[in-house]
């Protein structure tokens, strides 16, 4: 890896009734000394623990970590190259059913700039941890423990560190997380819709 790169994760989690959906990620690699594949043993290692974890202890058993896609892209979202997939399955862990579909948790993260900000839906609540119209508090102090991990900067095997944060392409930039979000107890929507179906 080269100083400043920026690498693009794309998890891919399989839910009931074999949808697909996808969070990604963005982190700026800083440092010398890591290979595309060490960084890449990394990130899967993120993936199953530190993200992984949290995920399934809020999520379905309906639903499950698949894989992910790790490119590294330029400012404007181009992909250089491909340095791998993750291989991350990993199965929620809520006995109950799903809520209805698109039912998202939903979370925010802030750079420098208020209007570039990280943005994620979490698939796979249960309508068990909504509770008149919000979601519980456990399920919440669930969603805050994910946020911070979403915002943590990783650290590589070598001399690197995997710092987490957004393309905006309208500056041509990333823009680091500066460490502050929020997570809403109200849930979200998290559309979707057939590729090249819609705007």
Do not use: C
């Not at 809520?94 to 993260?109: G, I, K, Y």
């Not at 915002?151 to 001399?159: D, I, Q, R, S, Y």
């Amino acid at each position: 890896m080269i100083d400043n790169e920026i690498l693009r994760v794309a998890l891919h989690y399989t839910l009931k009734g074999a949808s697909d959906v996808m969070n990604v990620f963005h982190f700026q690699y800083q440092g010398t000394g890591d290979t595309d594949a060490s960084v890449l043993t990394d990130i899967d290692g993120w993936l199953t623990l530190a993200w992984g974890g949290p995920w399934a202890a809020m999520t379905s058993n309906d639903a499950t970590m698949t894989y992910a896609d790790v490119d590294v892209v330029t400012v404007l979202g181009t992909v250089t190259r491909n340095i791998g997939v993750a291989l991350t399955p990993k199965t929620g862990s809520l006995p109950q059913d799903e809520s209805s579909v698109a039912t998202a948790f939903f979370m925010m993260a802030d750079t420098g700039f208020p209007k570039s900000r990280g943005k994620k839906y979490i698939p796979d609540i249960t309508e068990e941890q909504i509770d008149d119209g919000f979601v519980d508090a456990v399920a919440l102090a669930q969603l805050v423990t994910i946020l911070s991990v979403w915002m943590t900067p990783v650290t590589a095997p070598a001399n690197g560190t995997l710092v987490p944060g957004v393309l905006s392409l309208t500056r041509a930039a990333f823009l680091a997380f500066t460490g502050s979000g929020f997570a809403t107890d109200v849930p979200a929507y998290q559309r979707r819709r057939k590729p090249n179906v819609g705007a």
